[in-house]
């Protein structure tokens, strides 16, 4: 199954976006990565964010992903309550699961974000640009680019990730 998950962090950035790079080659094994970009922390009064998004194949089941990333960002540092604060030391999203459209308590797939969020919508289309959304049936760079807004984008920052 093709898995996309977006990673962002507004805290120690770039240690938090490589560390969560490693675990997850580590546990999933080969990942596509996007360009990273700094963002602006939309709806807080934090430090802008970096994001990107990767993709991986995987045989797991989605509730097993899900609670792999949330694992992932335990590990990490990240606190429940962190999502209330204005630093978020790392977030992982899952994006899509395949074809598949779930909706329960824990997530909504494929994540409204997509379609919402230039930070999640670029970098996916970065990697996956002939990809349809399994919802609109649009490629993402379609959808890129007809993108209102794309102004929360600062810049392209993956040169600092070589």
Not at 21 to 38: A, D, K, R, W
Not at 93 to 112: A, C, K, M, T
Request: glycine letters at 4%; proline letters at 2%; aromatic letters at 10%.
């Amino acid at each position: 199954m093709q898995i996309y998950v977006a990673i962002g962090s507004n805290f120690e950035r770039h240690k938090n976006i490589v560390q969560a790079l490693s675990m997850l080659q580590t546990t999933f094994g080969e990942l596509q990565i996007s360009n990273v970009y700094e963002t602006i922390a939309l709806g807080q009064s934090g430090e802008n964010y970096y994001n990107t998004v990767v993709g991986f194949l995987a045989d797991d089941d989605v509730e097993s992903i899900h609670s792999t990333l949330k694992s992932i960002e335990f590990e990490l540092g990240r606190k429940a309550t962190d999502r209330h604060t204005n630093r978020v030391v790392i977030d992982l999203d899952l994006l899509s699961f395949g074809e598949d459209v779930i909706e329960n308590e824990q997530y909504s797939l494929p994540r409204r974000d997509i379609i919402h969020c230039a930070f999640v919508l670029k970098p996916l289309s970065d990697i996956a640009p002939d990809t349809a959304h399994p919802v609109s049936g649009e490629a993402y760079a379609t959808l890129w680019a007809r993108f209102a807004d794309k102004s929360s984008i600062v810049r392209d920052v993956s040169h600092l990730f070589r």
